[in-house]
């Protein structure tokens, strides 16, 4: 079955520790996207790729960084240097050029 | 600036109840306008896409159209499980692969 897969589902965290959040897909999707979702607000867009070795910071990309070395993972970094990291992070994948994307079941990060 | 906007926030409805929730939109050339379904602690599920003013797409009890300013999604007869946060989202103007996403209608069917 083709889809997007995200590990781990649950993630705690201690303050001053950075961690590794994944991403799959086997869609063949080119474009990928990570987001951050807060209680009672939309989703905020992090950071995205449009082809392997590349990618944009979208609105909010302080204290996170990604990578895209395989067309199929986009795996998000979350730094110390993040203020505020406890949040459900989604990511998606898209192919056509009219946006569809297509979400992951997501990570629930806690900072203790 | 881009912006989406949902309304209600909130709706609660009895079993069987129609009702519709709104998308407005403010973006210059719209290039689609999406919507999404998500239950608690899961990722988006997408729904529809709309591209042009007067579209119309049906799956099961609900139903999404399209304006010049505005989207609308009519749930007919709603049943418990149709109880989710309902999300729309449009491209951002100049690119063809950003979204800007609504905060979402949260709707609670009543048996």
């Known amino acids: 079955d083709g889809g997007i897969t995200q590990s781990p589902k649950y993630l705690f965290r201690k303050e001053g520790q950075n961690v590794t959040l994944s991403c799959e897909q086997n869609?063949?999707?080119?474009?990928m996207y990570w987001y951050r979702q807060d209680p009672g607000q939309g989703l905020r867009l992090i950071y995205y790729?449009?082809?392997?070795?590349?990618?944009q910071k979208g609105d909010i990309a302080e204290g996170y960084s990604v990578s895209r070395e395989k067309k199929e993972s986009f795996p998000l970094t979350v730094t110390s240097a993040q203020k505020n990291p406890t949040a459900f992070y989604l990511c998606?994948?898209?192919?056509?050029?009219?946006?569809?994307?297509?979400f992951g079941p997501g990570t629930r990060l806690t900072v203790l | 600036e881009d912006q989406v906007t949902q309304s209600p926030e909130a709706l609660r409805l009895q079993e069987g109840e129609s009702s519709s929730l709104n998308c407005s939109y403010t973006v210059s050339g719209l290039r689609g306008l999406f919507w999404y379904r998500q239950d608690p602690g899961k990722g988006p599920e997408f729904l529809f896409t709309?591209?042009?003013a007067g579209e119309e797409k049906e799956k099961e009890r609900l139903k999404a159209t399209l304006t010049k300013k505005e989207s609308f999604l009519h749930i007919t007869a709603p049943k418990p499980e149709d109880s989710a946060t309902y999300l729309c989202a449009v491209p951002l103007s100049g690119s063809a692969r950003q979204l800007t996403f609504g905060s979402g209608t949260q709707l609670t069917v009543l048996p």
């Open positions: 869609l063949n999707h080119d474009a």
């Open positions: 790729s449009q082809i392997v070795n590349d990618f």
């Open positions: 709309l591209y042009s």
């Open positions: 998606a994948s898209s192919i056509s050029r009219e946006g569809e994307q297509f």
